[in-house]
């Protein structure tokens, strides 16, 4: 059944049955209809053709007719399916400086396919031949130790998921009078997740042996920026890993091949690639990326410094910015949720600009430090809506409204952005980023 006039108001039996499940305002369902629960016929409110013929009369098409293309070394993506990092044209001025964003409207699940992982670069990607790079841990040890990658290979390691996000990650959403007109990727795409399997800090820290005294490590990368960051003992110890793998294949050079220091749930900065060294100390280094960046100005003038988790944030990645809703009818309003200090406990929406809002089904799998989809039903009817997500943490961390979090800062600080986002759904069923 298709309702092919688009403009006509959706009515129907379906339509009435679905309303009396209405769990706030403007059209949104309760989560009941997402778990298994009939959605009372609703096929009519999608897009479902009723079959004219049995199946077996489909016409048969021309791949089904002759042997297909042969198995291959390495698999990419269907030619219909060509989804593509949200990259800038090249840094002219300071060549391999950039970032390029995951397209977080165009994927489902969580985990972020490894060629669409975003990069953050200070100076390009150095391109290491692993047999002749090496980890070196020293400082308060009370024994140096330098690791080759075949080394590093030999250790126990450990596999976990973990979201990373840059902290300047959103960061055009803390800007200006008016929002800018971008997709849930371009704004928000500097956030990604993956499997990392690598060897735990602890278990290096333990065969190099703490000296008396030591309280932070300070890590530098091997490529041309030298970044480097500071990080405290207990963080280190509690769950650091130099990653080795990501999704299962060697870690990308774009991540930090042939390794990485990951930091879970904190900025994405301080998750050093191309990791060279790991000097234990008595203070942080304060490195130019913990001094004159990466800290959050505040209205008094000062910066906050070693900010480190990433705050408790929701972004609706489906309907959202520069999407088109071309039919009347049921929709799934998904997103996803993540936060530095735990796991997600809930996720709301509102579909009414934060008037009233409805519990959304949240994964059940939830992982501490990890990317949670969530989903709802909505109905839409033509009507203009606003559609935000808030979520909360397992520590009880409530993302903020844009207006809270603007509050807090200069209105120079573009870092650690967690602000509610709002996407404005016109008439026409235009999408658009908005302050609301
Ligand atoms: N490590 C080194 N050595 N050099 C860098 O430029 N960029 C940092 C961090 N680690 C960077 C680095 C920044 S700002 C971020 S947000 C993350 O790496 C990005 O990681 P990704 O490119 O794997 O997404």
Redesign the pocket.
């Given at each position: 059944m298709q309702n092919n006039n688009k403009n006509e108001p959706v009515g129907s039996e379906e339509r009435i049955a679905l309303l009396k499940d209405q769990v706030a305002g403007n059209g949104l369902i309760s989560r009941r209809h997402l778990l298994g629960l009939s959605l009372a016929g609703a096929g009519g409110l999608v897009t479902s053709s009723v079959l004219a013929a049995d199946a077996g009369m489909l016409p048969r098409p021309a791949w089904s007719m002759a042997p297909g293309r042969d198995p291959s070394e390495y698999g990419s993506p269907s030619s219909h399916a060509q989804i593509k990092r949200l990259a800038p044209a090249p840094n002219a001025i300071s060549p391999g400086t950039g970032a390029s964003r995951t397209p977080l409207h165009l994927l489902q699940g969580t985990i972020t396919p490894n060629s669409l992982?975003?990069?953050?670069?200070?100076?390009g990607v150095p391109d290491i031949d692993p047999a002749q790079h090496r980890l070196v841990l020293h400082g308060m040890v009370r024994q140096p130790l330098e690791f080759s990658y075949e080394d590093l290979l030999a250790y126990p390691m450990v596999s976990r998921v973990y979201f990373?996000e840059?902290s300047g990650n959103s960061g055009a959403n803390s800007a200006g009078a008016s929002a800018s007109d971008n997709s849930a990727g371009g704004l928000h795409g500097?956030l990604?997740c993956a499997e990392w399997t690598g060897v735990r800090l602890s278990t290096l820290l333990d065969e190099a042996g703490v000296a008396p005294g030591a309280s932070w490590i300070t890590a530098t990368?091997a490529?041309a920026?030298s970044?480097g960051r500071s990080v405290p003992l207990d963080k280190a110890l509690r769950d650091v890993i130099i990653a080795l793998y990501q999704n299962g294949e060697p870690i990308r050079p774009?991540?930090?091949y042939p390794m990485r220091m990951f930091v879970p749930g904190w900025e994405?900065?301080v998750?050093?690639?191309?990791l060279t060294q790991i000097k234990l100390t008595d203070g942080p280094a304060n490195f130019r990326d913990e001094t004159s960046r990466y800290t959050e100005l505040l209205p008094d003038g000062k910066s906050l410094q070693f900010t480190y988790p990433m705050g408790v944030k929701s972004v609706i990645t489906s309907p959202s910015g520069q999407m088109t809703l071309t039919r009347r009818g049921l929709h799934e309003v998904t997103g996803l949720a993540w936060s530095g200090s735990g796991s997600i406990r809930r996720v709301e929406i509102s579909a009414d600009g934060g008037r009233t809002w409805a519990d959304a089904l949240i994964d059940a799998d939830q992982r501490e430090l990890a990317l949670t989809r969530f989903r709802l039903p909505w109905l839409w009817e033509g009507a203009e809506a606003v559609l935000q997500s808030r979520a909360t943490d397992s520590a009880g961390n409530v993302q903020p409204s844009r207006a809270a979090w603007v509050a807090q800062y200069s209105p120079a600080n573009r870092y650690h952005y967690n602000g509610i986002q709002s996407w404005a759904v016109s008439a026409q069923g235009e999408v658009k980023n908005v302050y609301a």
């Open positions: 992982h975003f990069e953050r670069h200070h100076a990373l840059c500097l990604s990368g490529d920026a970044l774009e991540q930090g994405g900065n998750s050093v690639k191309w």
